[in-house]
């Protein structure tokens, strides 16, 4: 009986334990990757507290925080599909350049013989990952999407990588050739050739993790650069890797040894060991097999294509009691499997989903674009009209006023409406009001708020500046979500309560949102949904921004899973983004540390590049039915945190 | 080298249209690239980007970073050959899985994370309070040491695997066994056939070697702050001072070629083998 192969074995348990990562990534992990927390001082007496990041591992944050207050065993446990996605297509490359030309050059051919020397001899002399740093440090590799940025590092990793393993190759073919005194039939060459190409794939990926690996301590990330904007204020400089992945989160590695937060290195890097150890053990024991005889390789193969065989697990029923051992393993997988497609990731949290109503939403659009709501810029009459229509419609709808006023007399009254004085950041003094209508709901925790803003632009020089791209399609969204969730809750009661608020002051860094703060339901205990740009946007994506929901309050990230499943459910791709400053109004609930969403139809390019300060005055423009489904992804949304039990929620 | 020298906009990518364009034309890369070669030897490796000598700027760093590739090179075949000839008895038994499994575990662990390690080994046993060097390009010998350590761990572990195949393949060899059967003490076999063939081996792989050790450089000097050209050049390529950028590489390269060389003709000096007889295929043992 033949040895058992420890390396594969060992090998392969460290390959499916990462394959389990990758399905299960968002299931395994209790904070968003994309959460950013920028910490918080507390005044006790004299006394000041404050937590500021990078945190060591705690009970919160297993692993510890990065600088910019991201979980790093979530962004450990998502970055692993990037990381892994890269090395196997690199290898995947590498192989497809360096097996022709090898085969060529083994059997005599001069022209790849040189080819294979040039390039061996290029990445010998100047280190594959200087040459990998220059590149990959241009401005471009910033810019461009995941995806892309995952296909042209791959390339140019390939590109520049191949030599080595094509000379092993070509060493490997020569060998052959020469054992066989130059009589070699090509078909067996391939057949000899194959298990070594095949041993290659995995040794090679495990040399490109330990290449991404050097980049990344260098300072290379994959993918755009959205956080890079973002000052830290501290030793720790700009951060450039928005996407989790494990060559990103190693840039902090001579920084992270300087101020002794061994964490941020120590876990990426064990990360990589552990799979560049999988992968090499899986092509060192194929080669430690074909070095008795190649012939093992495909003997191996075989076994595990007769195990894995349906017809090998149906005949092994037949002889119950000699094979009880196998059928229970296999069983056992196969229930594993059944379970993980049939478990919903998303369950709705209702019998009956009320539909929002396209026609009332393009009727709210076509009265906003009208002339005497033209512009909403603070301070003018057109912005006081959009406030009394507002207020009358959630009248209408049978919304309760959300704000308390103490009369005189000591009695309460009620009002959709509050006005506020505020400075600015430039000291400004701005006079401004918030709308804010309710649904209650079974208990007061964590509630909803649906939030917009409903002015636009202070200025334009030619005066078409209705902003219905912006807060008109938003606000035509908002208050059909007000109807339909308030008929949602007549058929059974929510279990939390939904505010709906629409605050001016967009282009006056949110003060409005800095007002409105300890108003009934809207705290720090609350989960914001803040939308606009519905209805518009090239192509067929959602825009979410998670960032705003740290590890202190995990307890909303569950909500952020089933929202992308929603999100994917009405035929939207989900696309992480970050608009920092860009939309002052979820800006200033991040900084009022209130967690949330937001939901945007364009990207932050898409929108300072044709829309922020463009004509927004096109009716037509809008697409009506693209703004039926956004509006109705947001009401699932909104049912799916409103609705969901207490008992789901645990609290 | 070439892509050093483009411009910012060479490539860009439309992030609304999400394409990629070049934006230079084949006259532009080559007026580039003859700019590049012509400022390289317009006297001392050209000028910068303040208009000093490159040359007078890197020669601190060039110094320290050659101190530290030759001193790891030589660590590297005073430990490695004596490790690898120690490992040889084990080695020549065939190699089981489970010293497959040990070895490839080993090879497997990154560079940067035995530096690490190193790291806070060194830190801990000998109470240091840090290692890095930051800010200075004039260091001490004690400033060397750690950098040198970290650098040296890899090579040593491929010039002992180098050794020991390399001594087992001469056991093997057929004028090894007449000279056995000659009756040839075995000092006299390791003093005229063995330390000689495995030296030989040893400079014939030197090229590998080197790689692996300018590879680990980078991370060496990155991480500890070392003030060599490695770092030189990545602050000047953050600086944009693509020349100085373009003159270190070529810098780096001469350092390859030149030690190499040197090796090549200690090797064709030691060895019996005539390069051209081998090319043939008439392998001829003098």
Redesign the interface.
Known sequence: MR?????II?GLIIMVLMILVIVFDTRIIRVDPFSIDKGVTYSLGDEKLSIKHPLPPNRLDTFGTDPLGRNVHSLMVVGLKVTITIAVLTALFRLLIAVPIAFYSGIGGKKSSSFIKFFY?F????????VG???F????FT???LK?AILMTSLILAIIGWGKLAKSLRDEVEKIVIKEQGNVDKKILYKKIFPQAFANFFTET?RV??TL??LG??GISVGMSKFGNIDLSNDWGSMYNYYPEWSGM?NL??KA??SES?WL??FP??G??FS??GF??IG??IL?DIEEDYTVFYERMKGIGYHLSPKTYLNEWKNFKYNLKNILIKSLVIIIIVFIIMTPVYERPVEKLHKVNGDNITKHVEELAKDNYSGRAMGTKEIEETRAYIEKELKDIGLMPAFEEEGKNGNKTYSYTREYTSKTNDGETIKGKNIAGYIRGRTGNYPLIIVTNYDYLTNMEDGEYKGLDESGTSIGAALELARTLKAQSLDRNSNRSIIFLFTDSSKYDGVGIDEVIGEKYIDISSFYIYFNYLGVG?DNKVYLNTSTISSGNAVFYDHVKYTKEIIKNNGFKVEPEYFGDTLKVPDALFKNRVSGITFSGI?K??YL??YHGKKQDNINKIDYNKLEAHTQTLMEMAVSYAWRSQYAWGY | MIIMKLPQNAISYNTTEKKIKINISWRELGRIIKDSYKNLFKGSLGVDSKGNCVWREIKPFFKNTLILILSTIVISILLGIPIGAYNTKKARTKEGIRRTLWKTILKSLPEPLIILVLYLIILKVFNFKSIVLRNTFKISFKDYIVPIIALSIFPIMKASKITSESIIATYDSQYLISAKLKGASNVKIFKDHLIKNVFIDSMEEFSSLMALIFANLVVVEYLFYFPGLINKLIESYVNKDMNTVFSIAFVIGLIFIIINVVFRIIKNVIDPINDEDVSSGNKVII
């Open positions: 040895k058992r192969n420890w390396a060992i001899t990445f010998n002399i100047i280190p594959e990952v200087l740093y220059v590149i440090s241009q401005d471009i810019k461009i999407s892309l495990g993790l330990t690996c050097i301590v260098l190693l590695m001579r040894i300087i061994y290195a120590i890097l064990l990589f060991a560049i150890i090499n053990l060192e024991g430690y090239k990207s390019d898409e590049s044709d």
